[in-house]
C-alpha cells in the first residue's frame, strides 16, 4: 500500500529582508521596488552574488518521509526547528520550494482553531462559515450540526454574536467544528491547549478517536505527554532538518536530550537572545540549583525550588516587579512567583545584580516545565523571556508519607485528623502528613 | 467504502510559472465561496440602525448630490431623459462596479488569517468580495425601478440585454479586483491607489454626465481618451437597455472584449502570484 503522506526532499527558503534593503516592515512598496530595480547592477558589484544569497534562509531542508495510512505520527522539535512551516506546505498554503510531497486522501488541516470566525455573526452562522473553511460540504455541516452545538457546550448562545462570548466558549465552539472534520489526512498544529482542563480532556479524547478511526494523522506539539499518549511514530525536526524518525519514545527523549541542550545543566544564557523585541536585554542569565547550592535541571517534589536570576540594568530601576512564571509544556500558566506579592519588595536595581527566589516546598506535580521571566517597574513590562529554562519535578517522597502523588497538578502539605466520637473514650487524636491534590 | 475508492492523490511541489485557472478547483470551493458571500452581505449593515436601508440609500443620495450639483447649478446634459432618472441609472452599474473592484481589491490582505492558516482556491476571497457587491446593486435596482415608474418611463426590449450587460460588467470588475488584490499583497501601496483610481475612474466614465457626442463639443482627446476606458461602453449599454434607449451594440461589444480581456489578465495574474501570498502577506 502506498504511503498516506509521501515526503522526498522538500525544502522551504524564505528570503529574509536585511536592514539595508530599506524594506524593513517586510512589506515591499513600490518605491522599494523601483530602488531595488534601479539599484540592483550596482549592489551585485559591490557585493557579489554571494552575499545576496546569505539573505536566503531555509525553514526546511532536505526533508524526506513518508507516513503509512492510519498512521498517528507526531512532529517534535524546538521553537523554529521547522514543524509550522511543514504543515504550512503540507496543507497547501505555501509551497515548496524544492522537493515534492504526495499526498493520498482527502487532506484537512488545522493549524488554528477558529480560522474564518466573524466576531459578528452567530454562533450559528459561524458553524456553517469555520465549517465551509475548512472544506466541509454544506449538507455535511448541517448533518453535524446537532453534534458540534452538543461538543462546544454553547447551546443556549447559538444565535449570540460570537464577539460576546466568553474567551472560553469561543475556543471551545472553534475547536468543535474542527473536531467534525472528517478528512482521510488530519495535520494539526498545537491546537489543543485551549480551554479549561475538563474541555482538553475532551479535546485529547476526540483526537484519540480520530487517531482509532483509521485517519492518517499528522501531530505537532510541544507537550510530550500528548504526543507520547496519541502517536505511535514521531519525527524530530532540528533547524528545518529531520534528525530524528522512529519509535515515539525514542524520539521523546531526543527532544529532551535537545530542548535540554545548551541549558541542560540547569543555567540559561540570556544575555545575547535575539528576540527581545524593542524591549531592553535585562536579564542575563537564570540557574536553578538545588540544595547544595549547585545547578540542576531537577527540583524534587515538595523539595526546595531555588532560581538565581542576574539582572544588569543599564538604568537604575526603582521597585521592580519580578516575576518567576512556570507554564506547563501546553504554556498554561500554573504558578507566578512576583516580587510585589510576596513582600519582598526590591526598592531598586542598578547594574549587576543577582536576585534568588527560594519555595521551600515546590507544589507543583511531577513533570515538565518552563520557566519564564518577567521584569517590570511601574507596571510598564521592561524584558520578559518566555520559556528561558527548562526543567521537571521528579517524583519523590514529598511529604514523608512514603509515596509520591498519582493524580492532579499540585500537592500542598496538610494536616489529618481523627477524632473519635464513640462514646466515654478518651480524646485522641492522630496527626499526620500527607499530600493532598487538587485538580 | 472509503477502502474500495482510489484515495485522491495531490501532489506538493514549487510553483512554475503561468498556472491554469483551475475553475475545476474553485467548483469544488463552491460551497465556500457561497458562504464567504453570505458573510460579506450579512456582515455588510450589522450592528446600524438602518440595516439594508443603506443598500437604497446610498445611491439616492448619491443621485440626489448629483442632480442637484450636476443637473441644476452645472447644467449638465441628460437628453431627452430626466435627468435624476439618467444619473441614476449611470450610477447603479458604475457603484456596484466601483464597491466590487475596492472591496475585491482589499479582500486578500483582509483575510490574512484564512490565507496564512487554511488551504482553498485563493481566487475565492476577491470573487466573493465582487459577488457580495452584487447584493447592494439588486436592493438598488428596486430604487431605479420605483423611480421610472414615477417618471413614467417604460423599459423597452433592450430591458432583456440588461443581464447579459450586467454579466460583462461583473466580468470587468472580477478583472479589475483580482489584479488590485494581487497586486495589494505584495505592493501595500495600492490601498492607497484604489480609493484613488476609482474616484479618477467614475470622471472618466460617462456616468452622470452624456457621452459628449462624435462632432459635439468634446474635444477628440477627451474623445479617444473616453472610447478606451471600457466601462464608458458598459455603463452606456447598461442604462440604454433599462431606460429604453437604443443601445449602442458596437460600442459594448468593444468594451465586452476589453472586460473579457481584463478578467483573464487579472485572474492569470492572480493564479501566479497567489503561491507567495502566505509568505508575504
Not at chain 1, 465549517?131 to 454544506?138: D, P
Not at chain 1, 509520591?404 to 497538578?409: S, V
Request: hydrophobic share 45%.
Amino acid at each position: 500500500m502506498p504511503p498516506a503522506i509521501d515526503c522526498q526532499r522538500l525544502g522551504k527558503c524564505y528570503r529574509v529582508t536585511t536592514a539595508d534593503t530599506n524594506a524593513v516592515c517586510g512589506y515591499r512598496t513600490l518605491r522599494d521596488e523601483v530602488v531595488a530595480w534601479v539599484t540592483m547592477p550596482l549592489h551585485r558589484l559591490r557585493r557579489g552574488a554571494r552575499a545576496a544569497r546569505a539573505s536566503e534562509f531555509w525553514a526546511l531542508r532536505d526533508l524526506s518521509f513518508a507516513v503509512k495510512p492510519a498512521e498517528v505520527v507526531g512532529v517534535v522539535g524546538r521553537n523554529g526547528a521547522g514543524k509550522s512551516t511543514l504543515l504550512k506546505v503540507l496543507s497547501r498554503i505555501t509551497k515548496p520550494t524544492a522537493g515534492r510531497v504526495a499526498l493520498r486522501g482527502r487532506v484537512g488541516s488545522l493549524l488554528e482553531v477558529g480560522t474564518g470566525f466573524h466576531p459578528e455573526l452567530t454562533g450559528r452562522e459561524n458553524i456553517y462559515l469555520n465549517g465551509a473553511v475548512l472544506g466541509m460540504r454544506r449538507r455535511e455541516i448541517a448533518h453535524k450540526f446537532d453534534g458540534i452545538v452538543e461538543f462546544a457546550e454553547i447551546g443556549p448562545f447559538l444565535e449570540t454574536p460570537v464577539k460576546r462570548y466568553s474567551s472560553g466558549m469561543y475556543v471551545r465552539l472553534a475547536f468543535a467544528v474542527a473536531a467534525h472534520m472528517e478528512p482521510e489526512i488530519l495535520i494539526v498544529d498545537e491546537v489543543l491547549a485551549v480551554g479549561d482542563m475538563a474541555f482538553q480532556r475532551k479535546c485529547m479524547g476526540r483526537m484519540r478517536e480520530v487517531g482509532q478511526s483509521g485517519c492518517t494523522v499528522l501531530f505537532v506539539s510541544h507537550n510530550m505527554a500528548a504526543i507520547e499518549s496519541l502517536c505511535t511514530r514521531a519525527l524530530l525536526l532540528d533547524g528545518g532538518r529531520l534528525v530524528h524518525e522512529g519509535d515515539v519514545a525514542d524520539v521523546v527523549r531526543q527532544y529532551r536530550r535537545l530542548v535540554l541542550g545548551p541549558s541542560g545543566d540547569g543555567i540559561a544564557q540570556l544575555a545575547d537572545r535575539s528576540d527581545s523585541g524593542r524591549r531592553q536585554r535585562i536579564f542575563r542569565s537564570v540557574t536553578l540549583l538545588d540544595s547544595e547550592g549547585a545547578p540542576t535541571n531537577f527540583v524534587p517534589l515538595g523539595g526546595l525550588f531555588h532560581a538565581r536570576i542576574t539582572l544588569d540594568a543599564q538604568t537604575t530601576i526603582a521597585f521592580p516587579a519580578i516575576t518567576i512564571g512556570i507554564d506547563d509544556t501546553t504554556g498554561q500558566r500554573l504558578l507566578s512567583l512576583v516580587t510585589p506579592l510576596a513582600r519582598t519588595v526590591v526598592e531598586r536595581v542598578a547594574g549587576r545584580c543577582d536576585v534568588e527566589c527560594r519555595v521551600e516546598s515546590f507544589p507543583l506535580a511531577p513533570g515538565e516545565y518552563w520557566l519564564k521571566l518577567g521584569l517590570a517597574a511601574a507596571d510598564v513590562p521592561l524584558d520578559d523571556v518566555e520559556r528561558a529554562l527548562h526543567f521537571s519535578v521528579l517524583n519523590g517522597d514529598a511529604f514523608g508519607e512514603g509515596r509520591g502523588i498519582h493524580r492532579g497538578l499540585c500537592v500542598a502539605p496538610s494536616t489529618w485528623s481523627v477524632r473519635d466520637r464513640t462514646e466515654h473514650s478518651p480524646r485522641k487524636e492522630t496527626a499526620c502528613r500527607t499530600a493532598v491534590c487538587s485538580s | 467504502m472509503k477502502d474500495v475508492q482510489v484515495p485522491p492523490l495531490t501532489l506538493v511541489e514549487p510553483p512554475r510559472g503561468w498556472q491554469g485557472l483551475d475553475l475545476r478547483e474553485i467548483w469544488r470551493f463552491r460551497d465556500l465561496l457561497y458562504f464567504l458571500i453570505w458573510r460579506d452581505v450579512k456582515v455588510r449593515y450589522k450592528q446600524t440602525v438602518l440595516g439594508a436601508t443603506w443598500a437604497v440609500l446610498q445611491p439616492l443620495l448619491m443621485m440626489a448630490v448629483f442632480t442637484v450639483f450636476f443637473g441644476k447649478l452645472a447644467g449638465v446634459s441628460s437628453g431627452d431623459l430626466p435627468y435624476p432618472v439618467f444619473a441614476l441609472a449611470g450610477l447603479l452599474p458604475w457603484t456596484f462596479f466601483a464597491t466590487a473592484v475596492s472591496s475585491g481589491g482589499n479582500s486578500v490582505v483582509g483575510s490574512e488569517r484564512l490565507i496564512t492558516k487554511v488551504y482553498f482556491p485563493r481566487l475565492a476571497v476577491p470573487f466573493a468580495a465582487v459577488g457580495a457587491a452584487v447584493a447592494d446593486f439588486a436592493a438598488a435596482c428596486v430604487l431605479l425601478g420605483v423611480l421610472m415608474l414615477l417618471w413614467g418611463i417604460a423599459p423597452g426590449v433592450g430591458l432583456l440585454a440588461a443581464p447579459l450587460i450586467f454579466g460583462v460588467i461583473f466580468l470587468a470588475a472580477i478583472g479589475a479586483g483580482t489584479l488590485l488584490a494581487a497586486l495589494n499583497v505584495a505592493y501595500r501601496d495600492f490601498r492607497y491607489v484604489i480609493p484613488f483610481l476609482v474616484q479618477l475612474w467614475m470622471f472618466a466614465t460617462p456616468t452622470v454626465y452624456l457621452q459628449p457626442a462624435a462632432d459635439g463639443s468634446g474635444s477628440s482627446v477627451v474623445q479617444a481618451l473616453l472610447a478606451l476606458n471600457p466601462m464608458t461602453g458598459l455603463i452606456a449599454a447598461f442604462r440604454a437597455s433599462v431606460l429604453g434607449t437604443p443601445i449602442p451594440w458596437a460600442a459594448f461589444a468593444v468594451s465586452s472584449v476589453a472586460a473579457v480581456g481584463a478578467c483573464l489578465v487579472g485572474c492569470y495574474y492572480f493564479r501566479k502570484v497567489e503561491s507567495t501570498f502566505a509568505d508575504i502577506i
